[in-house]
């Protein structure tokens, strides 16, 4: 408590005499984060103390995690388990090329749309903004939904697109001309690259209208004089634009790697459960180590602390660029 | 406006990336809808358009006990936790952008680092604390976890707002004479109060939206809400193709949020890139 009522020590504030005077607000601050604080504290603390607790147990039965039964110590066995698994390594790798291959599709998706937004009337970028908009907001859960019955086998739009290809041209380019019944989920190749195209689908519309937003505050004389110096649109992106942004880029790319990192739903939804394992990623994986049958919660409780050290490095990241870019 | 002046040709290519974009967006949205208004005999014939519109599919979905619980749970959890979520997001939020004091920086960071926490983490431990202390499968089960990642959320984006704000107003109206409650109110809420607004409308997005709580933390109609009692809708036996059930059931939990974004859509944006973009 010794920080608490002396704002005046702070060399930035001048005349700590005339200040003085103004004790009420030294302690309003704190008054106000104060629920905030102890909410935080007692709905994210206690969970997270809890995660490394049970990661260090042997817990394999609902009954021991009401309560009912002893939890058997396991120590570090956990993470030995884990960290020796091949299968760990398998998810891992998924997870990091896939993060990596998202992260650079919504990337360049998303710019792409953002310097379209640009250029486009105030009207028509409001109407394509509100379109492109419409894929965020819709929910994750009913969005992969509707992207896993465009790939239905038999009555999905897909399907029904290639089949729909002259037969020659298509048994010529992909060696079938019939497609009902081909499982587009079936190989994790085509499993990725749906998902794939349902996380950008999501994620790209956050990505263009921050670019779009960033572009907007760029002075126009900037791109004005390259236009004149007879820059192509190529050469004034890289050359004007991107590094004036270049901060925007970075918390951007920082952004779609943590959340890349993190998906869930659609991955769930897409694979019908956690059956898929050679599909898993990180969080599947926790999730199905915890609760598909049998279940091992301790183990389960491993992987997200695993996980959660990763993002942690990942998220100290975004936080330090945006705290220095800011003046708070 | 360069595509004024660019000659009829390029125009035309310009519009047609408008076009694709569009469709790529819109696709799924609209095939969906479409699929919702199909019925039983038709739903599988790939037509974009309906060829025989129906509303049988919502008429089925509202006569069950199943939809219109989750619907109601979906509500009322996501309205008390955006409430309480930005009742205190905007005190702090308030504290940070207002007043200075020691450890501001820090606490934006903290509250950053917990916007971004993976969710699944918290999965096993919270089923594990619900589970001994009786709050598993209740509305506070729900709510509790949907405050801890709205209120982060809602610190960061207020705190954004209200650093825009002409704050020296509040200052002149004291100089006139008002107290400093009165100036609060007078001046500086109404300021304030579309920054709030569209914090409340992102906190709710993300616990109307929400799936992986929603299935772990809850096991019946009492507490499972929209999306997680969509995905019972497809292994229930009720529906024999539950095809138009969950497209419909789809399209509702999807509409508030469209009309969310349609409606306010300036506003969602400036709060959407506050984080990434310098006001």
Known sequence: ?328 | MAALDSPAGAKWRWGFLDLVVIVFALVPVLWIASLSFKTPATITDGNFIPREWTLENYRNIFNTDQFVRALVNSIGIGLISTLVAVVLGTMAAYAIARLDFPGKKLLIGISLLIAMFPQVSLVSPLFEIERSIGLFDTWPGLILPYITFGLPLAIYTLSAFFRQIPWDLEKAAKMDGATQGEAFRRVIAPLAAPGVFTTAILVFIFCWNDFLFAISLTSTERSRTVPAALSFFQGASQFEDPTGAISAAAVIITVPIILFVLFFQRRIVSGLTSGAVKG
């Not at chain 1, 659609?266 to 990623?281: E, I, K, N, S």
Request: hydrophobic share 50%.
């Open chain 1, 1 to 328: 408590m010794t920080t608490l009522a002396d704002p005046e020590l702070k060399p930035s504030r001048p005349a700590p005499a005339a200040r003085a005077w103004r004790r009420g607000p030294g302690r309003l601050p704190y008054l106000l984060l104060l629920p905030c604080l102890v909410v935080i504290a007692a709905l994210l603390l206690w969970p997270l103390g809890q995660v490394v607790v049970m990661s260090l147990y042997d817990l394999d039965s609902v009954r021991q995690v009401r309560g009912d039964r002893p939890w058997p110590f396991a120590g570090l066995a956990n993470y030995r388990e884990i960290l020796s698994d091949p299968f760990f390594h398998t998810v891992l790798r998924n997870t990091v090329l896939f993060a990596l291959a998202n992260v650079v599709l919504t990337m360049v998706l998303g710019t792409l749309v953002g310097l379209l937004l640009h250029r486009l009337g105030r009207r028509m970028a409001s109407f394509v903004g509100g379109c492109v908009l419409l894929a965020w907001a819709t929910p994750a859960l009913t969005g992969t939904i509707t992207w896993k019955w465009i790939f239905d086998d038999t009555n999905g739009l897909v399907t029904w697109l290639f089949n729909a290809l002259p037969d020659g041209l298509s048994t010529s380019l992909f060696g079938r001309s019939d497609w009902t019944g081909y499982g587009w989920f079936n190989s994790p190749l085509s499993f990725f690259a749906i998902l794939t195209l349902v996380v950008v689908w999501h994620s790209f519309p956050f990505i263009a209208v921050s670019v779009l937003a960033g572009l907007k505050s760029l002075p126009g004389e900037l791109l004005e004089a390259a236009r004149v110096d007879g820059a192509g649109p190529w050469r004034s992106f890289w050359s004007v634009t991107f590094p004036l942004l270049r901060p925007v880029f970075g918390i951007l790319v920082v952004l779609s790697t943590i959340w890349d990192f993190k998906v869930f739903t659609q991955q769930y939804v897409l694979a019908g459960g956690t059956q898929d394992r050679p599909t898993f990623m990180l969080s599947i994986y926790s999730y199905a180590t915890a609760f598909s049958p049998p279940p091992k919660y301790g183990l389960g409780a491993t992987v997200a602390v695993v996980l959660t050290v990763i993002l942690l490095v990942v998220t100290g990241f975004y936080v330090r660029s945006l705290l220095k870019q800011e003046e708070l």
